[in-house]
């Protein structure tokens, strides 16, 4: 759900957007986070239409049959594909991230006869695991994670990571502490998440695409040129390295989607565990096996 609304403990251990305290316990730490859409490949891009907006619906255009990918997990692909459904025209959808029983149905209804048909050609389970797939099976347009697109520019692929016209999927994450952790372990625990602010994490996790829930640590740790394409929005003053040196974005290259506060600005739904997950798991099950 959006992080926001679960972050602050209530006295009776439920969690709220709202402080309960002048000091109010915490849920977690927020850490690390992004705006996850699809790439598609540079054959899609030269049969786009002219000023055809990126749109989730391009997972279900007949244009790309059988050549389309997407993640093996539920949580994020039945939140990407209830966008597409809708951005398709085939039905409407209350809220992506929290499908009633009913639109899990429908939803699927429209998804079995493509499944069967040959429409979704691969499915991945990791980043590495989609570039492997990308790089070799001839799939025109996959839901894509940060790390995997910038691993695929670093291969020498270039593809475009869309800024869809409905809206990105956003995902968050965060540390807890056990509630058992005492003494010297405690200390150790909130050095540990200290240490996750103070900027180090931060630059090792921009240059894979991802946000810092505390991004102003990272102007020392980034170069300016890296902070202006990363965070800013600007185009790329010089080519720019991931974390082992090879060259991810090249100069003169913006960031879809614009800067941190555009990007963040155009999510449509929170990854979510929505209340009728396990149904919603089933169905996908059944998809797979369709």
């Not at 000091?23 to 699809?38: A, G, H, K, Q, W």
């Not at 499915?123 to 994670?145: H, K, N, P, Q, Y």
């Not at 202006?228 to 929005?233: E, K, L, M, V």
């Not at 003053?237 to 506060?261: I, N, S």
């Amino acid at each position: 759900t959006r992080p926001g609304d679960v972050l602050f403990v209530q006295p009776d251990r439920t969690l709220s957007a709202v402080p309960a305290s002048a000091v109010p316990p915490i849920s977690m730490l927020p850490t690390s986070y992004n705006v996850d859409s699809f790439a598609y490949m540079p054959e899609l891009a030269a049969h786009r239409r002219p000023d055809e907006p990126e749109s989730w619906a391009w997972l279900l255009d007949e244009r790309w049959h059988g050549r389309c990918a997407l993640s093996l997990d539920p949580a994020a692909s039945a939140v990407e594909l209830a966008m597409a459904v809708e951005a398709a025209g085939l039905m409407r959808v209350g809220d992506p991230g929290d499908l009633t029983v009913e639109e899990i149905d429908e939803m699927f209804g429209h998804l079995m006869a493509r499944k069967r048909s040959g429409h979704f050609s691969r499915f991945w389970t990791s980043a590495e695991d989609s570039i492997r797939l990308l790089s070799t099976s001839g799939c025109v347009v996959s839901s894509l994670w940060s790390p995997a697109y910038y691993g695929m520019r670093k291969l020498g692929f270039d593809l475009t990571y869309a800024a869809p016209a409905e809206g990105y999927r956003g995902w968050h994450s965060g540390m807890c502490l056990s509630a058992a952790a005492q003494g010297a372990r405690l200390e150790m625990a909130y050095r540990y998440l200290n240490w996750w602010l103070d900027g180090v994490p931060g630059a090792i996790m921009a240059r894979q695409g991802y946000y810092m829930s505390v991004p102003e640590p990272l102007r020392d740790t980034l170069t300016g040129e890296e902070w202006d394409y990363w965070y800013g929005g600007l185009p790329a003053a010089a080519d720019l390295p991931d974390m082992e040196g090879r060259v991810v974005v090249r100069k003169g290259e913006c960031r879809e989607g614009g800067g941190y506060h555009q990007r963040l600005a155009k999510v449509r739904v929170w990854s979510t565990i929505m209340p009728e997950h396990n149904y919603l798991v089933r169905r996908w099950h059944e998809f797979q096996q369709a």
